[in-house]
């Protein structure tokens, strides 16, 4: 699978598309493996990955040059999962509720307000939940690593108002990720949600196609959404992860001696990556406010109750199935 500097280009959407380079310098590798995602080069998802590349690089002697491209350089979320399954790329990150149009069932750990913390977020990732997750990834063609990486419990921004409880959300503009599961959500708060990939959603906030966004605080910052939005609600109405994803094809080609270095380092710098981001979101709110944004805590339970009585849950519940409910009930308690 040797793949030319020429061939990084076919499955890009664009020639400016160029890797994060890594000190080994290029060229010389045995295996040279493409790992796309949509964050921005400063969020802790690039900087652990970048690290991880160059131990991967270190300990196969230069064997495997693993080229990141970060910031959606590859086109959307919805390009990239097609990529990876084609094998345009071998690697990609996505959340577990968009890559739910693909694997139904990966979406369930977004459940509105499932994990009270992240000490359940990862028991249940790391645990019977997360294999569960991973089995049904399997099914797929895709492999995902033992560890999922966080992306964190979200918030809702907002150009126009603070949300201060559900009843704020009526007719509320506010762009989704691509997911049936947000698009339900928020339908059950009767906003208007819009479903778009990330690497447009500065845009359709500046231009003002929606009022407001809901995202963890280490991606507000670091995709600078504080600067067409003024509003951060607190509501922590859910938690995300990003499965480390590979082609199977092109994952089980690599050597076992290549893959064992590789799990070891990309499973390692996830970790890290989670520590990265649970200090930052310790941090951020001073810094964001700062820079002239306003916070308000919201009232969770009024969301909560929506949903409930909107019969979200129940809705999901017979989606799932009951074997993966207990399975989330098991970290969440009761939910229906
Ligand atoms: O698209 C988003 O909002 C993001 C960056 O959080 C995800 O990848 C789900």
Known sequence: ????????????A????LPMTNVFGQG?????LKYANNLPVTHPMNIRAKEMADAIKA?????????????????TDTDMLSQVRSGGIEFFTLSGL??????PSASISGIGFAFKDYDTVWKAMDGDLGSFIRKEIAKANLVAM???????????????????SADDLKGFKIRVPVSPLWTSMFKAFDSAPASIN?????SALQTKIVDGQENPLAIIATAKLNEVQKYCSLTNHMWDGFWFLANRRAWERLPENIRTIMAKHINAAGTKERADVAALNATLQKELTDKGMVFNQANAESFRDR???????????GKYGDEAWALLENYSGKLV
Do not use: C
């Not at 699978?1 to 890009?12: D, F, P, Q, V």
């Not at 664009?14 to 598309?17: E, P, T």
């Open 1 to 12: 699978m040797k793949l030319t500097r020429r061939s990084t280009l076919i499955a890009g």
């Open 14 to 17: 664009s020639s400016l598309a």
């Open 28 to 32: 010389k590798a045995e295996f040279t």
């Open 59 to 75: 300990e196969t002697q230069g064997r495997v040059d693993l080229q990141i491209f970060p910031s959606s350089q590859l086109g």
């Open 98 to 103: 968009i890559l739910s149009t693909l694997v």
């Open 146 to 164: 033992d560890k999922i990486w966080d992306n964190g419990f979200r918030h809702i921004t907002s150009s126009t108002k603070p949300i201060q």
């Open 198 to 202: 990330f690497s447009e959603v500065y």
């Open 307 to 317: 949903l409930r009585k909107a019969g979200f849950y129940s809705e999901w519940k």
